[in-house]
Nanobody
Framework: QVQLVESGGGLVQAGGSLRLSCAASGTTFSLYPMGWFRQAPGKEREFVALINWSSDSTSYADSVKGRFTISRDNAKNTVYLQMNSLKPEDTAVYYC????????????WGQGTQVTVSS
């Protein structure tokens, strides 16, 4: 059974940094693209970043480009999201997700980790 477990969220002041981690189990992690999403209160879940299996291709939402960096360590079955220059509007629950090789849809999700940025 595939499990994704996020960690690293917390409360940080504007301008600060956090690094989120997502540990995967029950899957051949190194085969799959992995993504990060977020959902703020009262808003729809939105895409944040995506990394392919070999880390040579990444993509970002315009709102985080230049501030956030997605990376992965296939030996540790873990994907990361380094978040710098955080803004209050980055406050959200952050989720990692596995992208299906067959459909390109995200088929497994973690439970989320809360990130709160104070002004």
């Amino acid at each position: 059974q595939v499990q994704l477990v996020e960690s690293g969220g917390g409360l940080v002041q504007a301008g600060g940094s956090l690094r989120l981690s997502c540990a995967a189990s029950g899957t051949t992690f190194s085969l799959y693209p992995m993504g990060w999403f977020r959902q703020a209160p009262g808003k729809e879940r939105e895409f944040v970043a995506l990394i392919n299996w070999s880390s040579d291709s990444t993509s970002y939402a315009d709102s985080v480009k230049g501030r956030f960096t997605i990376s992965r360590d296939n030996a540790k079955n873990t994907v990361y999201l380094q978040m710098n220059s955080l803004k209050p509007e980055d406050t959200a629950v952050y989720y990692c997700a596995r992208r299906s090789l067959l459909t390109s849809q995200y088929d497994y999700w973690g439970q989320g980790t809360q990130v709160t940025v104070s002004s």
